[in-house]
């Protein structure tokens, strides 16, 4: 490891103006590395810009006022970096995650510097990503310098990418413990959302969960299934409890048999713990944890993934709220698509039927199309569940309106009438 000179010092001597700078996201973020950057980032841009491409954040190391030097890009304004977005200085890339790792190794999204966070090497000495893999196996092989730091509280994972230190352009000991996912109990909202998917996941399903409370609320309620398993690009602390109860054992996926998958691990000590040289997780790249062809050979997949808002037609909105970006297309499409192939597969979409008084199942959605309705299937409420898989709109409306919050459904109805009477469906009113 370099310890000569200052590490200001030393990415000052690897930065060039004008670079586009990757990490991971969320528990991921090699804080010791982007702190300095911030820290530093007058010197660091050498009279220029540098262009930042991040996705979730789950630190407060990115702040609006750094836009001063910096360029702030990503997929996703989610968690913390949703107020680079509010600030209107966070440019979005409006595509499906899946598509990341293609752009990437085509140049269409540049790369030049790809800063990591790793665990000590093992015996090989071969550091692992620990963490995650998603985008970041084809941004390490674009980019021309890579930057480490080594934290002794990453796991060593299975899967994907692993580095030499000869694959360093510098190598440092970080200096932070890493991100802990914050952890709060469900709403009595979010624990009868969860009832109703928990009801239909049966034993052998395979999972795709998002993050947050909701999806942890799902993996609490089925410790009387057996062999489930985990095809995710997210893992939260659930699954841990899940595989000590025996309950997550893979046995029945149809492919990676024995093995959890993920792309990235979201959550505290207790799943870094439980991670760390376990042959039966495999951290993978995105352009598998969310290949089509993968994820319609799984058996049973069933795809949670959450929403802003839902139209009555199954049209949903996973990007704007209130006329602001504070999500993103995702990976969501891909694994809703994937379930639908899926041979007993569960394409879900879940949220709450209102937020702060204002409905949730909308006639009108009030931001971009994220999913289409072609891919609508399960949407949950805590007012029940909308299986929209091969009904017309018709009949889609009615049990869109039948679980939407009951002191908007006559509003909605209304407005249902006119938006069908626009679609030529007068007859059917």
């Given amino acids: 490891m370099q310890e000569n000179f200052s590490l200001a010092s030393q990415l000052r001597a690897l930065l060039r103006p004008g670079d586009t700078l990757w990490w991971g996201q969320a528990m991921a973020e090699p804080l010791t590395l982007t702190r300095a950057l911030v820290q530093h980032r007058h010197a660091l841009a050498q009279g220029g810009r540098l262009r ?13 006022e750094q836009s001063d030097v910096f360029d702030f890009a990503g997929c996703i304004a989610g968690g913390t970096h949703r107020k680079l977005a509010a600030a209107g200085v966070f440019d979005i890339y409006p595509g499906h995650y899946s598509q990341i790792p293609e752009l990437i190794r085509s140049r269409t999204l ?54 030499k230190a000869e694959d360093f352009d510098l190598l440092v000991d970080a200096e932070c413990a890493p991100l802990d996912a914050e952890r709060s109990d469900p709403s009595p909202t979010e624990q009868a959302i969860a009832r109703h998917i928990a009801a239909h996941i049966q034993d052998g399903a395979t999972l795709q969960i998002g993050i947050g409370k909701l999806p942890e609320a799902v993996l609490a309620l089925l410790h009387d299934r057996r062999d489930l398993g985990l095809h995710s690009g997210a ?6 409890s899940l595989a000590e109860a025996g309950v997550l054992t ?25 991670a760390d040289r376990n042959p039966a997780l495999a951290l993978r790249g995105t352009e598998y944890t969310h290949d089509p062809a993968v994820l319609a050979s799984l058996q049973q997949l069933v795809a949670i993934n959450g929403a802003i808002e839902v139209d009555i037609t199954g049209q949903v909105n996973s990007e704007v709220a209130g006329g602001l970006y ?12 994937g379930a639908a192939r899926s041979k ?25 199309v994220s ?13 029940g569940m909308a299986d929209l898989r091969g009904q017309p709109l018709s009949r889609r409306v009615q049990r869109m309106i039948d679980i939407a919050a009951p002191e908007h459904r006559a509003e909605l109805q209304r407005q249902a009438d006119e938006t069908l009477r626009c679609c030529g469906m007068a007859r059917l009113l």
Avoid at 52 to 64: E, M, Q, W
Avoid at 136 to 160: C, F, K, Q, S
Avoid at 235 to 240: C, E, F, N, T
């Fill in 52 to 64: 930042i491409f991040v996705s979730y954040g789950s630190s407060h190391t990115l702040l609006p």
């Fill in 110 to 163: 540049a790369v030049d510097v790809v800063l990591v966070q790793v665990s000590p090497a093992d015996a090989q000495g071969r550091h692992s990503l620990g963490l995650i893999q998603e985008y970041l196996p084809a941004a390490l092989e674009r980019a021309r310098v890579i930057i480490g730091e080594v934290n002794p509280d990453i796991p060593w994972t299975h899967g994907g990418v692993h580095l």
């Fill in 235 to 240: 893992a939260g602390d659930g699954i841990v």
């Fill in 250 to 274: 893979n046995a029945r996926k149809g492919r990676d048999v024995g093995v959890s998958v993920a792309g990235i691990l979201m959550g505290t000590e207790r799943l870094r713990h439980w």
């Fill in 326 to 337: 504070v999500g993103g297309v995702g990976g969501s499409v891909d694994f809703l698509r």
């Fill in 344 to 368: 007993g597969g569960l394409p879900i979409v879940a949220l709450p039927s209102t937020a702060k008084g204002t409905t949730r199942i909308v006639a009108q959605l009030s931001g971009p």
């Fill in 371 to 383: 999913t289409p309705r072609c891919d609508a299937g399960l949407i949950v409420t805590e007012h």
